[in-house]
């Protein structure tokens, strides 16, 4: 469908309803010693705390979806605007500029689940939870990984019963994000116990508040708890809530995965995030360790690895916004992530010595500590660092599969 607006109209529009409801950012300039010296990657919160930041950010998602801006390229059906993808950079760029709630709990649902539903999920479930996720009326989170099935995602146990014109599920997931505060999640289940593994999966989307779902945080080593287990005692889905064909939930679930991949590997954590590396620098410099050779050799290596991540990563947000579908050169997006995340690690180590494990109360010192122990996390978190290099070695590169154990 062509747009039936100017990209100057939309600015215009765009700018007009972010000028009525939000502050402009301004010149921000970190300041050593000034404002927040959190750096953490799962920090720690009380569930006050984290009520407040859903219910503020489902309030700003709301107002910005009834304003036409929730899904700017979406099908007009389910609430979007059909508008071309340059409309989206354009508002992604301009809303920047502005003081708005964090979008943190609609990462998952609309970076990953929304895509899988609007590709593989039946018209029921795309007319119920499309327009709803958009405009934050609902919260989603992913149901993949299991006690004994993490990385080979599709040795999975969690299984799913046809009973009539629904699906009965048992089972255990586990390091679910959100899950605590999410309204549906997708989940692969396993619905022929005798096909080979990646054959008999199934997807489908569940109501998480449904009779038989358990949500249990997991205290990580930051402090925080911002993954759970979630235990399913014969939960019952309807059919219409199946997710692609019977037995092709591997094919569902890859198209998550691409997803999910994009999503962390082009995101703001590590060096070339938040903090930047203006930060790192500073560090160093209140450290008095300006000098050091080997602390200015690993700024450096920060600064040049975290450049051509980011290149990379647009470079891959501009094919996928061209139409195209991730592919498995995402692996190396999410890969170069955590490799620049423990650079940074060990960087701040090097530069903070005992005063990285004794908190003494001076600002931007101990505070690293949390990132530190977060990092091992994102290592995991998507795929180990092991997988995605057999995925960038076999599916990038196109060299031989590793032998199997059994070989």
């Known amino acids: 469908m062509a747009a039936t607006i100017s990209e100057e109209e939309f600015f215009a529009e765009a700018k007009a309803f972010l000028d009525a409801n939000a502050k402009p950012r301004g010149e921000q300039r970190a300041v050593w010693g000034q404002g927040s010296d959190q750096v953490g990657i799962f920090p720690e919160k009380t569930r006050e705390q984290e009520e407040a930041e859903v219910a503020e950010a489902k309030a700003w998602r709301q107002r910005v979806f009834d304003a036409g801006f929730g899904w700017i390229t979406g099908p007009a059906q389910y609430g979007g605007r059909e508008l071309p993808g340059s409309y989206e950079r354009a508002w992604q760029a301009l809303a920047a500029r502005y003081d708005t709630p964090p979008s943190t709990p609609f990462g998952i649902g609309l970076g990953m689940i929304a895509p899988t539903i609007l590709a593989h999920g039946t018209d029921v479930a795309r007319e119920r939870y499309l327009q709803a996720m958009y405009r934050g009326d609902v919260i989603a989170c992913q149901l993949f990984s299991e006690p004994g099935a993490g990385s080979d995602l599709a040795g999975l146990q969690t299984r799913a019963v046809r009973d009539g014109d629904e699906w009965v599920i048992t089972g255990q997931k586990v390091w679910t ?231």
């Open 177 to 407: 994000s959100g899950a605590q505060y999410s309204d549906i999640g997708e989940i692969i289940c396993r619905t022929d116990p005798d096909a080979p593994k990646h054959k008999g999966l199934t997807g489908f989307v569940v109501d998480m508040h449904a009779p038989g779902v358990d949500v249990r945080p997991l205290r990580q080593m930051t402090g925080g708890a911002s993954f759970n287990e979630v235990f399913f005692n014969e939960v019952r889905v309807p059919d219409d809530h199946r997710l692609g064909d019977v037995n092709q939930g591997w094919t569902v679930a890859l198209t998550t995965l691409m997803n999910e991949r994009a999503s962390i590997g082009g995101g703001g954590a590590g060096a070339g995030g938040t903090m930047g590396i203006g930060r790192l620098m500073d560090l160093v410099r209140h450290m008095g360790k300006a000098p050091d050779p080997v602390l200015r050799q690993q700024l450096a290596d920060v600064f040049v690895h975290t450049s051509v991540a980011r290149y990379t990563n647009l470079r891959a947000m501009a094919k996928m916004k061209a139409g195209q579908l991730p592919g498995p050169e995402l692996s190396i997006a999410k890969l170069s992530l955590t490799q620049n995340m423990q650079r940074v690690s060990q960087l701040v180590e090097r530069a903070l010595g005992p005063k990285i494990t004794a908190d003494t109360g001076e600002w931007g010192t101990y505070a690293w500590a949390e990132f530190i122990l977060g990092v091992p996390g994102m290592r995991v978190a998507g795929g180990t660092d092991e997988v995605m290099r057999n995925i960038i070695g076999e599916r990038v590169l196109g060299l031989p599969k590793e032998p199997r154990a059994d070989t």
